[in-house]
């Protein structure tokens, strides 16, 4: 007898309709009881010791009824052709894990996989001429390194980013501000259709859910926090694209600016930006020295031949082997890896610094591990 897969969807719909949870509170409930479903089992005493945790919120979690149109989203969801993506699905972007809100689960039309190398560009709604043709030109070439393009899919440099990528045959990802079934601006619908044949779109909000404005800067976390660094082409002094990057920095990722015509109020932001230490852009190649051990190294050679380097390991334990073997090149959190490992994470942490010392994982912030390839490729 098999699971109707919508079953497993229900309870992360259900927790998250739940009345003051956040995905701040969402995320941390998590942390503890690592599936929704257990958060609705748990018992009074075992919820109040979350962090931050009220006698009202408790009463809210074990009070609470399944509201009638979750079953129906599920069901539209599966009938259009889209999916839902949970936070404990492979799937789910490592990278938006990390950041202090990500959304509990995505909607997602396309092929969304798990890949670090993504990089964010956006900016002006309204760009130059130079704007648009600087984007386009950056987007194919990041497409050749077989790096991922994020962005909005908004007019101007949004649009352009996604075609870039297209053009060069890569992969790329649009978030929206809206829901899957409302597509915005309407004049994307086309691109809509193409960015899901050759990466994904996504969004947080319900099927129906429409552009309102305050939904943009809620998206504009994700497209950071999806991304290892955010590309800002063409932004005035006040613009989206600058909040993007203000997420991005928060985030603990990188900014890059593209320089433009110092007498344009068009590239104020942009400006403002290098000012304030965003990395000076002139060509993909600034991305990649930037982002050595995640990208450059990658490049060198997109797949790795797993017992090739093996064979040019220093000799490995027992314990360090499986640890070894668990980890690829785009970096893991110590807690995932945990989990895909079932190891005590005192034990893991003991065995990844031995495998550190050897040469041959690497860590980086923020607790994220990975195979050491620049020296063995």
Request: proline residues 7%.
């Amino acid at each position: 007898m098999t699971t109707d897969p919508s079953e497993k969807i229900l309870p992360w719909f259900a927790l998250k309709s739940v009345p003051g949870i956040g995905n701040h509170f969402f995320k941390r409930l998590i942390n503890r009881f690592k599936l929704p479903e257990r958060v609705f089992k748990a018992s009074y005493e075992e919820l109040a010791e979350v962090r931050g945790m009220t006698h009202r919120l408790v009463s809210a979690i074990q009070q609470h009824k399944f509201p009638d149109w979750i079953r129906k989203e599920i069901d539209l969801v599966a009938e259009k052709g889209y999916k839902i993506v949970t936070m404990s699905d492979p799937e789910y972007p490592s990278l938006l894990l990390h950041i202090p809100d990500p959304p509990p689960f995505l909607y997602v039309f396309g092929n969304l996989g798990n890949s670090a190398k993504n990089i964010a560009v956006v900016g002006s709604r309204n760009p130059t001429r130079y704007g648009i043709s600087t984007t386009i030109r950056l987007c194919t070439d990041l497409a050749s390194l077989k790096i991922a393009v994020i962005s909005g899919m908004a007019r101007g440099i949004d649009t352009a980013a996604h075609d870039g990528a297209i053009m060069g045959r890569g992969k790329t990802i649009a978030v929206l501000g809206s829901g899957l079934d409302r597509v915005y601006p309407a004049e994307n619908l086309k691109l809509f259709h193409e960015i899901a044949e050759n990466g994904a779109v996504v969004s947080e909000f319900h099927l129906d859910a429409p552009p309102e404005a305050h939904h943009f800067p809620i998206r504009n976390r994700i497209i950071s926090g999806i991304s290892l660094g955010t590309v800002v082409v063409e932004a005035a002094r006040r613009s989206g694209a600058l909040i993007t990057a203000r997420f991005a920095v928060k985030q603990g990722r990188e900014v890059f600016a593209v320089p433009g015509n110092i007498h344009s109020f068009k590239s104020i932001g942009t400006h403002n930006l290098i000012k304030e230490g965003a990395k000076l852009l002139v060509s993909v190649q600034d991305i990649v020295d930037e982002l050595p051990h995640i990208i450059r190294s990658q490049i060198a050679k997109q797949e790795i031949d797993r017992n090739d380097i093996l064979e040019n390991l220093p000799p490995l334990s027992p314990e360090e082997l499986p640890v070894f073997k668990a980890l690829g090149p785009y970096p893991v959190h110590i807690d995932d890896l945990g989990r895909k490992l079932s190891m005590d994470p005192g034990k893991l942490s003991s065995l990844l610094l031995q495998l550190e010392l050897k040469g041959v994982v690497l860590q980086e912030p923020g607790k994220l591990f990975s195979i050491d390839v620049k020296d063995m490729i």
